[in-house]
């Protein structure tokens, strides 16, 4: 993929990214504006606004402003906030591991404002110090990515010792721990739902409305916070994968291949709002509901008080409806 490919692969993302990931912050703040502040939402909105520095501040950067400072700070934002970006899944699968396994004092933890910030702070800090920290302090460094003259990334490719050591650190705690982490989690939280099927299915019934209800929706959020790691893993797998078999081989020869694998990361950027709107229903609904485009069309379809106490007309859930 040459210089101009690239900057075309780029003149696309950058707005696209942008433009989807201000309509999840402002599809999460004015469509669950009613919702209770808790960890959930907390984090994706955080979550959004993450990916939203990428594509404001880094793609931008590396896109219109070809200047040898803007490519530097740029590779410190990318950096920094795709790790930041990362270990919100991992706190997400956190998340998820508390909701379910403990169902009703997490009710109590999640919404309080010192669990909040106790999920949020370490969140941001450990992608800042991975991400950008320990590269201005020198253990890595940025520096222009392959033959490119308008894209900088981490310094994957240096025989210096203290650089490798950071590279190979990198590796262990920003991918590897995580992959690990959030599989385990998501293999408890697997086997936590179906004791909480069986507990409720015991006490109040299998096809009690309760049982069925609480079940479903601990069961379609896991699913959303799964989808959007697999994505996010997918994003940047090659990429990881490329540039570890490179650093062992000692140079990067391939260009052209590394070069779409770097170019294919920076599409996880545009996943997490499109897993919104297909997987998460109430993120479907409620955008659909503001949305200019869509939210005269909802007010017409969308049944009155008295035509739901009569049961006529097919109300939005169905309209819009899927699995999840």
């Not at 993929?1 to 999840?24: K, R």
């Not at 999920?119 to 392959?146: D, K, Q, R």
Request: aromatic fraction near 16%; include cysteine.
């Amino acid at each position: 993929m040459g210089a101009n490919d690239g900057l075309i692969f780029m003149y696309l993302i950058t707005p696209t990214s942008i433009i989807l990931n201000i309509m999840v912050i402002v599809t999460l703040r004015k469509g669950f504006k009613n919702e209770p502040t808790n960890v959930r939402f907390t984090l994706l909105n955080s979550l959004s606004i993450s990916e939203l520095f990428v594509s404001v501040v880094g793609f931008s950067l590396q896109t219109f402003f070809k200047t040898h400072d803007a490519c530097i700070v740029a590779g410190h934002v990318v950096a920094c906030f795709s790790l930041v970006s990362l270990t919100h899944m991992v706190s997400l699968t956190v998340e998820r591991f508390l909701a379910v396994k403990y169902p009703f004092k997490s009710e109590d933890w999640l919404i309080s404002r010192k669990v909040i910030v106790a999920f949020l702070v370490p969140t941001w800090l450990y992608g800042f110090v991975w991400g950008s920290l320990f590269n201005m302090i020198g253990w890595g460094a940025i520096i222009y990515e392959s033959k490119e003259t308008h894209r900088c990334s981490i310094d994957f490719i240096s025989t210096d010792p203290i650089r490798k050591s950071y590279v190979y650190c990198l590796l262990v705690f920003c991918y590897i721990i995580p992959i690990i982490t959030t599989i385990s989690f998501f293999l408890i939280i697997k086997r936590e739902l179906h004791k909480m099927r069986q507990f409720i299915a015991d006490n109040l019934g299998e096809d009690s409305k309760i049982s069925k209800d609480t079940v479903k929706e601990e069961k379609r959020f896991s699913i959303l916070v799964a989808v959007m790691l697999v994505c996010f893993l997918i994003s940047w797998t090659p990429y990881a994968i490329s540039v570890f078999y490179w650093k062992i081989k000692g140079n990067i020869k391939d260009t052209v291949f590394f070069d779409m694998c770097a170019y294919f990361g920076k599409t996880s950027s545009l996943w997490n709002p499109i897993i919104y709107f297909f997987v998460y229903k109430k993120f479907r609904t409620a955008f659909l509901r503001w949305c200019p485009f869509t939210r005269n069309w909802v007010q017409r379809i969308e049944p009155t008080h008295e035509q739901k106490a009569t049961g006529h007309s097919q109300p939005l859930k169905d309209i819009t409806n899927t699995n999840f």
